[in-house]
T-cell receptor
Framework: QKEVEQNSGPLSVPEGAIASLNCTYS??????FFWYRQYSGKSPELIMS????GDKEDGRFTAQLNKASQYVSLLIRDSQPSDSATYLC???????????FGTGTQLKVEL | DGGITQSPKYLFRKEGQNVTLSCEQN?????MYWYRQDPGQGLRLIYY???????QKGDIAEGYSVSREKKESFPLTVTSAQKNPTAFYLC?????????????FGPGTRLTVT
């Protein structure tokens, strides 16, 4: 079992819709969770971090964490074509300080 | 402007040559990291350093070497022992206080070895 798993996609959503990206992790005591956006040929950009169960909102982005079920999700409201990118989920396993990345989900927002 | 710089953006080398990738940060971050990204794969950790003059191997350190002589700088050398060096190399930095381990990335160096 991979430490951090994401569906590779592509996930296609129409412009204006809500995009839902999901990530599961294997280390039950993980404490820190991050979402990065990576445009093709570019480096990852941090868009959200979440540490506690529940929702965290930042503009059009909402991160959701459920430690009991070991998943973290990212919702993008009012999706725009500029949101088309690969979204990487990253987790710091319990007791450590190194990020473990998933392989990313490709999102396509269509006009 | 605060940030992380990597140079060069593109690098071409012949097989058998060592090559050094530069990474500099002016964010006053304690920790620095080197990752490698291959098509269709996630980021894999090569080396990381939490303090000057100290560094640890990541998951794929074989064929690579690093140094951390200054807080701001963390160069990576790709040696001829690295069997598949062609990849996108990413440097990152973070604070390591409390729960805040948010990592920020430089623009990357794309290395091609032929």
């Amino acid at each position: 079992q991979k430490e951090v798993e994401q569906n590779s996609g592509p996930l296609s959503v129409p412009e204006g819709a809500i995009a839902s990206l999901n990530c599961t992790y294997s280390d039950r005591v993980s404490q820190s969770f991050f979402w990065y956006r990576q445009y093709s040929g570019k480096s990852p950009e941090l868009i959200m971090s979440i540490y506690s169960n529940g929702d965290k909102e930042d503009g059009r982005f909402t991160a959701q964490l459920n430690k009991a079920s070991q998943y973290v999700s990212l919702l993008i409201r009012d999706s725009q074509p500029s949101d088309s990118a690969t979204y990487l989920c990253a987790v710091i396993p319990g007791g450590g300080n190194k990020l473990t990345f998933g392989t990313g989900t490709q999102l396509k927002v269509e006009l | 402007d605060g940030g992380i710089t990597q140079s060069p953006k593109y690098l071409f080398r012949k097989e058998g040559q060592n090559v050094t990738l530069s990474c500099e940060q002016n964010l006053n971050h304690d920790a620095m990291y080197w990752y490698r990204q291959d098509p269709g794969q996630g980021l894999r950790l090569i080396y990381y350093s939490q303090i000057v003059n100290d560094f640890q191997k990541g998951d794929i350190a074989e064929g690579y070497s690093v140094s951390r002589e200054k807080k701001e700088s963390f160069p990576l050398t790709v040696t001829s022992a690295q069997k598949n060096p062609t990849a996108f190399y990413l440097c990152a930095s973070s604070q390591i206080r409390g729960q805040n381990y948010e990592q920020y990335f430089g623009p990357g160096t794309r290395l091609t070895v032929t």
